[in-house]
T-cell receptor, first 109, second 112 residues
């Protein structure tokens, strides 16, 4: 089955700096890669996703890149703000979705 | 605009007791999922359903059963709770298997 590895497990950045979270996947058939943000005490919420026919997607301060050859994808958050502090999960999907273990991002004011 | 609603939000069970977690969605989604979330292990799929009357096993199905008698509801049952089932459980729904999944607020279950 699919295996998704996510790094780092924790990340602290100064407000205004950029944050990068990286994931690798094992199943070359995976074709959908969503990113979820989970705030304390809440369920995960989709923030951005990318499909295998696209190399990069951007939505305001958030961008995701996908390298199908290397089987890795990354989340980039620019100009970080304190409200970006949360746990971020990557996921890969072919027939079923597999999540990474999560990255706890702390943005220091 | 409720989205995905889970009941209950918190529960403490004794080992060997049974309980059912209810998930309800009002978005007319075909797909519904049950996950458990444990520290350092992310979200792991327990069971899922691709439509009313259907269920399938996920990554960690042992000790759990599910039913999808109505399209809007997905029930997760624990027949004989064990301390290893202490976790936060999330239900999610989606229109198809490769589109956004909408999550509920979670159920924190403690088995003592």
């Amino acid at each position: 089955g699919e295996n998704v590895e996510q790094h780092p497990s924790t990340l602290s950045v100064q407000e205004g700096d950029s944050a990068v979270i990286k994931c690798t996947y094992s199943d070359s058939a995976s074709n959908y890669f969503p990113w979820y943000k989970q705030e304390l005490g809440k369920g995960p919420q989709l923030i951005i996703d990318i499909r295998s026919n696209v190399g990069e997607k951007k939505d305001q301060r958030i961008a995701v890149t996908l390298n199908k050859t290397a089987k890795h994808f990354s989340l980039h958050i620019t100009e970080t703000q304190p409200e970006d502090s949360a746990v971020y999960f990557c996921a890969a999907l072919y027939q079923k979705v597999t999540f990474g273990i999560g990255t706890k991002l702390q943005v220091i004011p | 605009n409720a989205g995905v609603t889970q009941t209950p939000k918190f529960r403490v069970l004794k080992t060997g007791q049974s309980m059912t977690l209810l998930c309800a969605q009002d978005m007319n989604h075909e797909y519904m999922y049950w996950y458990r979330q444990d520290p350092g292990m992310g979200l792991r799929l327990i069971h899922y359903s691709v439509g009313e009357g259907t269920t399938a096993k996920g990554e960690v199905p042992d000790g759990y059963n599910v039913s999808r008698l109505k399209k809007q509801n997905f029930l997760l049952g624990l027949e004989s709770a064990a301390p290893s089932q202490t976790s936060v459980y999330f239900c999610a729904s989606g229109g198809t298997h490769n589109t956004e999944a909408f999550f509920g607020q979670g159920t924190r279950l403690t088995v003592v």
